[in-house]
């Protein structure tokens, strides 16, 4: 591909399939991104073992060291900004960001969502669509303003919600369909066909799925 690398740096909390996801498609050459670094807030974090085994930098920040979600932030920014991305990468990263934060990456910071935003922002999505008897259920890559979960929306995947539905079930449908739009919304800011604009995402091209 003769699209230059894009430098991102991926924020996780957990599991980290999705941050599999990507380097999957980066390391076959079909996502023009270069992982610069991967950084936990939580030293328990799975995904961090990956990284280390791909041979990509990691960092832990382990926000129950910082009394004020303010300084955290702060020293996230610091060490994020060694590593000069164009992108910052959400991908199940399970803290609240400070204002301060999100204004400093504003265009650059992207969130992976468990439903249809804007059904169900915050936690346990599955166990509330399930709850809600919705028929439909899925995924929503946005880029994070201040509202959480509710900046706008780059691209969405649906999933059925059949009867005998548990929450494991249907969270296990919509991540598959997580780790194919996070990785196609990341190749298309890195390729420029989609920005953030006064609030509003600009398209240059249409996104197909
Ligand atoms: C994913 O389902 C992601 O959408 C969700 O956390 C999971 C992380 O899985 N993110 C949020 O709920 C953010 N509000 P992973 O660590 O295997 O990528």
């Known amino acids: 591909m003769s699209t230059k690398l894009l430098p991102i740096v991926v924020l ?7 941050f599999l996801a990507i380097l999957e498609q980066a390391q076959t ?12 807030n939580n030293p328990q974090a799975q995904g ?6 791909a041979g990509i930098n990691t960092h832990i920040l ?7 979600r ?6 996230l920014i610091k060490i994020i900004d060694i590593y000069t991305p164009d992108l910052v990468v959400l991908a199940g990263f399970m803290r609240i960001l400070t204002l301060e934060f999100v204004q400093h990456y504003i265009g650059k910071l992207m969130n992976i969502h468990p439903s249809l935003l804007p059904k169900f922002p915050g936690l346990n999505t ?17 880029f994070v303003t201040e509202e959480v979960d509710g900046g706008p929306i780059i691209l969405q995947a649906k999933v059925p919600v059949y009867k005998n539905d ?3 079930i249907l969270a296990n449908r919509v991540l598959e369909k997580e780790h194919k739009i996070y ?8 390729k420029k066909e989609i920005y953030l604009k006064d609030g509003q995402v600009i398209r240059t091209t249409p996104l197909v799925k």
């Not at 050459?29 to 936990?40: E, F, N, S, Y």
């Open 48 to 53: 961090l073992f990956y990284a280390q085994q």
């Open 62 to 68: 382990d926000h129950r060291q910082y009394k004020q």
């Open 183 to 190: 990785p196609q919304a990341i190749l298309a800011f890195a």
């Open 70 to 75: 303010q300084i955290f932030d702060r020293e």
């Open 12 to 18: 996780i909390s957990g599991r980290g399939s999705n």
């Open 29 to 40: 050459g079909k996502l023009p991104v270069d992982i610069r670094a991967v950084i936990g």
């Open 166 to 168: 548990t929450p494991e």
């Open 126 to 142: 599955h166990q509330r669509a399930l709850k809600a008897k919705v028929y439909e259920h899925g995924a929503t890559v946005h």
